[in-house]
């Protein structure tokens, strides 16, 4: 035996000597599980670039092949154990990030009349019509929206890389008015829209001419430019702000839509959103709903003062410190008109869809960037200002509502904003729902309710019968107990434990329950610590959405109170129902308040949702 470790006893071995033997086998154990990890490592590090990676990135075939050389040459060292796996997997990473720079650097590292020619050849092939964005220099162009994988790639990858942004910029290659509102020249911009009419095709061709291959009006450049500074690009600052709140006055287009469809609110409210750039997506928020007045020959109407009710002009631009349209009066006279004093004298009022619901060609809308990014801020900016779709899915079936549910298990403030915000919403649909029929929704004046729950309203006696034989009888009991005061969840109606890997036990009676362990945790059918008989808490309540006679988990925020509900019984019927039809958490879950009677039974209160942050 080694002079470091005592002789084993021919008896069995005691604590010191079973001390040692541990010991010593503890570096063998740590080896084999590392080596375990680290193949399964070295597997992810050999395993080649995927098809959707290349693509995505939109290279030619000599830069994929430079890429896989160098890929290889790594390869080739941790092969021979001339570099070990960390560093190799830095260095893996780094080529990576290289590759990637490469896919950008490929519109950055040529001018720009040589970008636009790539671009047009990409986009081209690509499903992009080029002839009918030649022929549209003023307008939007192609906004088709890009079918295949394939194309939604290449298009994507233009996109993110900015095109030739920058180079149009540093080489002059944009027009002089859009030159002088990118470097802020605001008496220049002023001198060459003076020289304009209102609506004029002059002032049309200055504001909404398309700019770089990513096709820009000057407004969608101000925004464009004032998040990440590039090279040879003004910084963002409150400048661009102002330029851009003085084109929209003059009557820039604040629904313009660049080559991939995105709009003033794609792009400054985004993950990389600046200050300046959420300040300027809301400018044109804010303009949009009555832009489609913008160069209409409009009358005035409703005035306090007499004598302008009904004189003619044409409708200017959104003024934005009144909230107002100009409207310049035949007589010369340039007035500050409410909206509801405008009608137009040709045609039907427009009603537009709100710009922050508005599909870009990969069929996104700006809270999906936002979300993917993580800015809660610019999430709250969109939902709680701005009251923007969340329901609206993109060309792969992804609403910005389903990304966020499915990612609330993994944190984040940004999805905890989402669902705050459909709470409210289904608290005012629940709130509007009590004064329509339960069967058919009608809503003809006041609706008798339910004899039995008082609770379920009805519009003639059909509907009632109606509902009667489609599920009614059987949770009216139930609802009556919730409107008196909550739904009594006793412990002969609960299973109350949880046996991992043997499914669940027969029920157990009694009303204090039983105490299982989980992690060193007691669980059970008991209150939290500190929650005495008769206070209230809330619970998170799970169901299995689709199948209402599974049982439903309750459990609080300790998961110290953790049981499930019998399906036989009237609550869970009514539980199942009140969480499947809730929309906050996609209908699998929703937070109720309950609480524990002296006797040991437990009540819950599906009348009181609300969400909680857990």
């Given at each position: 035996?080694?002079?470091?470790?005592?002789?084993?006893?021919?008896?069995?071995?005691?604590?010191?000597?079973?001390?040692?033997?541990?010991?010593?086998?503890?570096?063998?154990?740590?080896?084999?599980?590392?080596?375990?990890?680290?193949?399964?490592?070295?597997?992810?590090?050999?395993?080649?670039?995927?098809?959707?990676?290349?693509?995505?990135?939109?290279?030619?075939?000599?830069?994929?092949?430079?890429?896989?050389?160098?890929?290889?040459?790594?390869?080739?060292?941790?092969?021979?154990?001339?570099?070990?796996?960390?560093?190799?997997?830095?260095?893996?990473?780094?080529?990576?990030?290289?590759?990637?720079?490469?896919?950008?650097?490929?519109?950055?590292?040529?001018?720009?009349?040589?970008?636009?020619a790539l671009v047009r050849k990409e986009i081209k092939n690509y499903g992009t019509d080029v002839r009918l964005n030649d022929s549209d220099a003023c307008g939007d162009g192609d906004q088709t929206p890009l079918k295949t994988d394939k194309e939604r790639q290449i298009h994507r990858s233009i996109w993110s890389a900015g095109a030739d942004i920058s180079s149009s910029i540093t080489d002059d290659a944009i027009t002089p008015f859009a030159n002088a509102v990118v470097w802020g020249q605001v008496s220049e911009v002023q001198r060459m829209l003076a020289a304009t009419e209102v609506a004029s095709p002059q002032r049309r061709a200055l504001l909404e001419h398309r700019e770089t291959s990513l096709r820009l009006s000057p407004f969608l450049l101000c925004v464009a430019i004032s998040k990440t500074p590039s090279r040879g690009v003004p910084r963002p600052s409150n400048e661009l702000v102002a330029m851009a709140q003085l084109l929209v006055e003059a009557g820039a287009d604040v629904s313009a839509r660049c080559l991939v469809g995105k709009t003033v609110v794609h792009y400054g409210a985004c993950t990389y959103s600046t200050p300046f750039s959420l300040a300027i997506a809301q400018l044109g928020i804010d303009a949009h709903p009555s832009s489609y007045l913008y160069g209409q020959r409009v009358q005035?109407?409703?005035?306090?003062?007499?004598?302008?009710?009904?004189?003619?002009?044409?409708?200017?631009?959104?003024?934005?410190?009144?909230?107002?349209?100009?409207?310049?009066?035949?007589?010369?006279?340039?007035?500050?008109?409410?909206?509801?004093?405008?009608?137009?004298?040709?045609?039907?009022?427009?009603?537009?869809?709100?710009?922050?619901?508005?599909?870009?060609?990969?069929?996104?809308?700006?809270?999906?960037?936002?979300?993917?990014?993580?800015?809660?801020?610019?999430?709250?900016?969109?939902?709680?200002?701005?009251?923007?779709?969340?329901?609206?899915?993109?060309?792969?079936?992804?609403?910005?509502?389903?990304?966020?549910?499915?990612?609330?298990?993994?944190?984040?403030?940004?999805?905890?904003?989402?669902?705050?915000?459909?709470?409210?919403?289904?608290?005012?649909?629940?709130?509007?729902?009590?004064?329509?029929?339960?069967?058919?929704?009608?809503?003809?004046?006041?609706?008798?309710?339910?004899?039995?729950?008082?609770?379920?309203?009805?519009?003639?006696?059909?509907?009632?019968?109606?509902?009667?034989?489609?599920?009614?009888?059987?949770?009216?009991?139930?609802?009556?107990?919730?409107?008196?005061?909550?739904?009594?969840?006793?412990?002969?109606?609960?299973?109350?434990?949880?046996?991992?890997?043997?499914?669940?036990?027969?029920?157990?009676?009694?009303?204090?329950?039983?105490?299982?362990?989980?992690?060193?945790?007691?669980?059970?059918?008991?209150?939290?610590?500190?929650?005495?008989?008769?206070?209230?808490?809330?619970?998170?309540?799970?169901?299995?959405?689709?199948?209402?006679?599974?049982?439903?988990?309750?459990?609080?925020?300790?998961?110290?109170?953790?049981?499930?509900?019998?399906?036989?019984?009237?609550?869970?019927?009514?539980?199942?129902?009140?969480?499947?039809?809730?929309?906050?958490?996609?209908?699998?879950?929703?937070?109720?308040?309950?609480?524990?009677?002296?006797?040991?039974?437990?009540?819950?209160?599906?009348?009181?949702?609300?969400?909680?942050?857990?």
């Amino acid at each position: 035996m080694s002079d470091y470790l005592p002789d084993w006893p021919s008896t069995p071995p005691d604590l010191v000597s079973l001390f040692w033997a541990l010991l010593l086998a503890a570096p063998v154990l740590v080896y084999f599980i590392m080596a375990g990890r680290g193949s399964t490592k070295e597997q992810r590090f050999n395993a080649p670039l995927s098809q959707t990676e290349v693509d995505a990135l939109g290279l030619s075939d000599e830069s994929l092949a430079i890429h896989k050389a160098r890929i290889d040459a790594l390869k080739a060292k941790r092969k021979d154990g001339l570099i070990d796996l960390v560093d190799a997997q830095k260095a893996m990473k780094d080529t990576s990030q290289a590759f990637t720079r490469t896919a950008a650097e490929k519109y950055w590292s040529i001018s720009s009349g040589d970008c636009k020619a790539l671009v047009r050849k990409e986009i081209k092939n690509y499903g992009t019509d080029v002839r009918l964005n030649d022929s549209d220099a003023c307008g939007d162009g192609d906004q088709t929206p890009l079918k295949t994988d394939k194309e939604r790639q290449i298009h994507r990858s233009i996109w993110s890389a900015g095109a030739d942004i920058s180079s149009s910029i540093t080489d002059d290659a944009i027009t002089p008015f859009a030159n002088a509102v990118v470097w802020g020249q605001v008496s220049e911009v002023q001198r060459m829209l003076a020289a304009t009419e209102v609506a004029s095709p002059q002032r049309r061709a200055l504001l909404e001419h398309r700019e770089t291959s990513l096709r820009l009006s000057p407004f969608l450049l101000c925004v464009a430019i004032s998040k990440t500074p590039s090279r040879g690009v003004p910084r963002p600052s409150n400048e661009l702000v102002a330029m851009a709140q003085l084109l929209v006055e003059a009557g820039a287009d604040v629904s313009a839509r660049c080559l991939v469809g995105k709009t003033v609110v794609h792009y400054g409210a985004c993950t990389y959103s600046t200050p300046f750039s959420l300040a300027i997506a809301q400018l044109g928020i804010d303009a949009h709903p009555s832009s489609y007045l913008y160069g209409q020959r409009v009358q005035l109407s409703g005035l306090s003062s007499a004598d302008l009710n009904g004189m003619a002009g044409v409708c200017g631009g959104f003024v934005f410190k009144s909230g107002r349209r100009s409207v310049r009066l035949d007589s010369g006279r340039v007035l500050a008109v409410k909206v509801a004093n405008i009608v137009q004298m040709s045609g039907t009022a427009a009603e537009l869809s709100p710009l922050v619901d508005v599909q870009d060609r990969f069929g996104t809308v700006a809270a999906t960037d936002t979300l993917m990014g993580q800015r809660d801020d610019v999430m709250a900016m969109l939902l709680d200002k701005n009251n923007a779709r969340i329901d609206i899915s993109d060309a792969d079936g992804y609403s910005p509502h389903r990304m966020a549910t499915a990612a609330l298990c993994m944190g984040g403030k940004v999805n905890v904003v989402v669902t705050r915000h459909i709470a409210r919403l289904e608290k005012a649909k629940r709130v509007e729902s009590r004064l329509n029929c339960s069967t058919c929704g009608g809503t003809s004046g006041k609706l008798p309710v339910c004899a039995g729950c008082g609770q379920t309203r009805y519009c003639s006696q059909a509907c009632q019968k109606s509902d009667w034989k489609a599920g009614h009888k059987e949770v009216c009991k139930a609802l009556k107990e919730k409107k008196e005061g909550g739904i009594l969840l006793p412990a002969r109606t609960t299973m109350w434990w949880l046996q991992f890997g043997g499914g669940l036990p027969t029920n157990q009676n009694g009303a204090t329950g039983k105490k299982m362990t989980i992690d060193g945790v007691q669980h059970g059918y008991f209150p939290p610590h500190g929650v005495e008989p008769g206070q209230k808490f809330w619970v998170k309540v799970q169901v299995d959405l689709g199948h209402p006679n599974s049982h439903c988990m309750v459990y609080d925020k300790t998961r110290r109170c953790f049981f499930y509900t019998d399906p036989s019984s009237e609550g869970h019927r009514v539980i199942y129902k009140t969480v499947s039809e809730s929309k906050e958490m996609d209908g699998r879950k929703a937070y109720l308040k309950g609480h524990f009677t002296a006797a040991g039974d437990f009540i819950i209160f599906p009348g009181v949702l609300k969400f909680q942050a857990w």
